[in-house]
């Protein structure tokens, strides 16, 4: 009976992983066609390096929300002082799509350790 409920709780973490992974996605593309080229401007001095396909878009946008939400990355890369130029509707975009990511890996590490634990 365990093995069962094991296998229904793997399967719906695994469902909201692929949905989750999948939202991620689609809000990568909306960043990357509205706001990238606007905070590549503002933090990057015009440096258009994430805005140039998808595969560079997903990191580009995790790298500019570790910037919004933490100072030490913002002074590692150099954009202290950039970030508050860039308005805040737009920071909480970023931020956002930040914790969805890291949300849906969560999903992901928890379905990956109930394969191992239960033997699935």
Known sequence: MALKTAE???LILLLFWSVGTFIWIL???YLKSKWLPLLEDILDDGVRFYSLNF???GPGIL???T???WSFHAKRYGM???RDNVPK???KWFVFTFCWFMSSGTLMAASAIMVKAYDL
């Open 67 to 69: 910037v919004f939400l």
């Open 63 to 65: 790298q500019y929300a």
């Open 80 to 82: 202290l002082e950039k």
């Open 27 to 29: 809000l990568v593309f």
């Open 89 to 91: 509707h737009i920071q």
């Open 55 to 57: 595969f560079l878009a």
């Open 8 to 10: 229904n709780i793997f």
